[in-house]
Nanobody, 122 residues
């Protein structure tokens, strides 16, 4: 499966941004989907994941209440709505897919997009 992210950019603290990831080359609803991020000098970490039907979720603690993951299986697309952005949210955001396990099985996300840069700065 190929994953193509879009929607990143340079924004000021406190604003919102919505990332999109469109999949091709696979049966989208066979994949649990997720968003991960990698800040400079740090390892890539999970941000949010969503089950195949879109009814179960995982969120990293620091984004709970601010970020929301969703998917539209008819459009082969997963989204990450990011609200009240903070400078510490600055990172490259990667879309990922998992066809071998459940949405919370982070190590089974094995298909990756190329990433989109999100920079939060005043």
């Amino acid at each position: 499966v190929r994953l193509d992210e879009s929607g990143g950019g340079l924004v000021q603290p406190g604003v919102s941004l919505k990332l999109s990831c469109t999949a091709s080359g696979g049966i989208f609803n066979h994949y649990a989907m997720g968003w991960f991020r990698q800040a400079p000098g740090k390892e890539r970490q999970p941000v949010a994941t969503i089950s195949r039907p879109g009814d179960s979720f995982y969120y990293e603690e620091s984004v709970k209440g601010r970020f929301a993951i969703s998917r539209d299986n008819s459009k082969n697309t997963v989204y990450l709505q990011m609200n009240t952005l903070k400078p510490e949210d600055t990172a490259v955001y990667y879309c990922a897919a998992n066809n071998d396990g459940l949405w919370y099985e982070i190590t089974k996300f094995k298909f990756w997009g190329r990433g989109t840069q999100v920079t939060v700065s005043s």
